[in-house]
């Protein structure tokens, strides 16, 4: 490659990386956590830690009393009923109908599944678990400018520049095979993280680049989506799902007896022979009710097997498994799993999650040393002043991010209001402990104390978080790690395992420039020595 050549791909790589680094660098520090939504889920409801046994209790009555309750005569919209997992271990149910005032109305129940007996801890209205999984999803970005939708999109082109850096990075790195084993621990702090860039960069790039695609996928096909419905159907998204799932059915108006739950509940897929999780329920009641029983879809490429079926107690249609036969239906089965690890057991999500924070790890490096070349080398148009304050700008996003993060877990166990209330409370803790993070640089204007100092909180927070569990809930991880509902204990161990490594990290890092350091350790020899030798001249 001529030289010309290789400083444009450089320059595309480095620009690419520096322009919507930090924007990388969230997206994949929020996705290593939230990778870990359902345990995470568990950790912050303690009612969901349940051992739930072999032989649950029959809950069909149960659930029709509390229906007929809760609706009554009104129509409903949409109905829903889940079986206890590892994860979420009760039965579980959600209805939505339209009121006497015709007005939304969505109620939720849980019952344990050992007793049948309603749960008496309230519902958790959103919160850590939730801020976490959409934070990652779409920035949780806010209806005033654009919605979910506006957000989800971002995330889709945050993953196409990523690809961009990647695939210009393999260009511009002609020696990739010498650069893989390269590490000058000997020289200054921005060879170090050179070289770590491009070691972290070189052995992860597999997984880099399959979690680009997909996130890039998972973002940008709800573009097309929104395209595809303003171009083909003048904007209106329900008539393209109705084209993709099929029209609902409409109710007939004969009143016929409901296939049980408890029979459900033991009724096994057809090919994988797995028990269902959950049961999404049209027209419940009506002779032409339907029912899409989902199951998990295992140590597969799929996140879940639905199968479809007649509500109707006396209808005799055998269920049919729904697949979307289609190549794109088929990719987005595979995409998702892929991108989130849920194909595999724990081992594999803590494999993803490293994986992950060596990514985010890559782009944080890649700012800094952008910052430090410009600084201290003779790539800089700009003056000291300023890259000094984007270097604290820099520092106070990267590091203060991670404090922000574990700042919620806090929140979580120690929150009192209203659980309608959590999830505002979540945000609010979250920004304003990040902002905290930014000023901290600003008035620290250290950016190596700054970073040594916040990775040593960090690890101090994460590590602490096994104990602020314990302490509430009064259920240490090493008391349940080997239950049945041992969800919540592995976050304990991510936590500790992930803090002690960020303490010994913070204690690690240099507090000032190692050239810096260099230059004192010569100054102060060259003193000592021209001291001594002044000592050894006889005296006059």
Not at 45 to 57: C, E, M
Not at 201 to 230: C, E, H, N
Not at 258 to 283: A, C, F, W, Y
Not at 286 to 315: C, I, K, P, Q, W
Request: hydrophobic share 45%; net charge neutral; charged share 20%.
């Amino acid at each position: 490659m001529d030289r010309a050549r290789h400083i444009r791909n450089y320059d595309l790589h480095s620009w690419a990386g520096i322009t919507l680094g930090l924007i990388v660098y969230l997206v994949c520090f929020s996705g290593s956590f939230a990778m870990f939504h359902y345990e995470i889920k568990t950790w912050e409801d303690p009612a969901a830690r349940i051992a739930v046994s072999d032989n649950p209790a029959d809950i069909n009555e149960v659930y029709l009393d509390w229906l007929n309750e809760t609706v009554g005569s009104s129509e409903i919209e949409n109905l829903s009923f889940s079986f206890p997992t590892a994860h979420a271990p009760y039965y579980s149910a959600f209805v939505r109908y339209h009121d006497e005032n015709d007005a939304h109305v969505n109620e939720r129940q849980r019952w344990d599944p050992n007793t049948a007996a309603p749960l008496a801890t309230p519902w958790r209205e959103g919160g850590l678990s939730e801020w976490i999984r959409d934070f990652h999803r779409d920035f949780m970005w806010p209806n005033i400018l654009g919605g979910r939708t506006i957000g989800r999109s971002l995330v889709g082109i945050v993953g196409i520049v990523l690809m961009l850096a990647i695939l210009s990075g393999v260009i511009a790195h002609t020696k990739i095979r010498e650069e893989a084993y390269s590490m000058r621990l000997k020289r200054s702090q921005r060879l170090k993280w050179q070289d770590s860039h491009k070691v972290v960069g070189i052995w992860g790039l597999p997984f880099f680049s399959m979690i680009a695609f997909t996130g890039a996928y998972l973002g940008v096909i709800v573009i097309i989506a929104q395209l595809v419905s303003a171009i083909a159907f003048k904007g209106d998204i329900e008539r393209l799902v109705e084209l993709v799932l099929g029209a609902p059915v409409e109710a007939s108006g004969q009143q016929v007896q409901m296939i049980s739950l408890d029979e459900l509940r033991t009724m096994q897929h057809p090919e994988s022979g797995k028990h269902p999780i959950s049961v999404n329920m049209r027209n419940y009641g009506d002779a032409v009710a339907e029912f899409d029983v989902l199951y998990h879809g295992g140590n597969t490429l799929r996140h879940f097997e639905t199968v479809r079926m007649s509500g109707a107690l006396d209808n005799s249609t055998p269920p049919t498994p729904v697949r979307q036969e289609f190549a794109t239906g088929r990719i987005a089965d595979a995409v998702a799993p892929l991108h989130y690890g849920t194909y595999g057991g724990i081992w594999l999500k803590f494999l993803y999650f490293f994986l992950g924070m060596g990514m985010a790890v890559v782009t944080a490096l890649g700012s800094m040393m952008w910052i430090e070349r410009r600084k201290h080398g003779n790539e800089g148009t700009k003056s000291l002043t300023f890259y000094n304050r984007l270097g604290y700008f820099n520092t106070g996003i990267v590091m203060g991010l991670p404090v922000a993060t574990l700042s919620i877990f806090y929140l979580d166990k120690l929150y009192a209001g209203a659980e309608t209330g959590r999830i505002l409370a979540t945000g609010w803790t979250f920004f304003a402990v990040w902002a905290l993070g930014l000023v901290y640089a600003w008035v620290r204007r250290d950016d190596y104390r700054t970073t040594r100092e916040l990775l040593i909180l960090t690890g101090s927070l994460a590590a602490g978080i096994w104990i602020l569990n314990g302490t509430v809930t009064g259920q240490w991880f090493f008391q349940y790690l080997g239950a049945g509902h041992s969800s919540a204990a592995w976050v304990d161990v991510m936590m500790l395992i992930g803090g002690l490594v960020s303490i010994a990290a913070g204690l690690l890092s240099p507090a000032e420039r190692l050239d810096k350091q260099a230059r004192r350790a010569k100054a102060k020899a060259l003193a000592e020595a021209t001291e001594m030798e002044q000592a050894s001249l006889p005296a006059e």
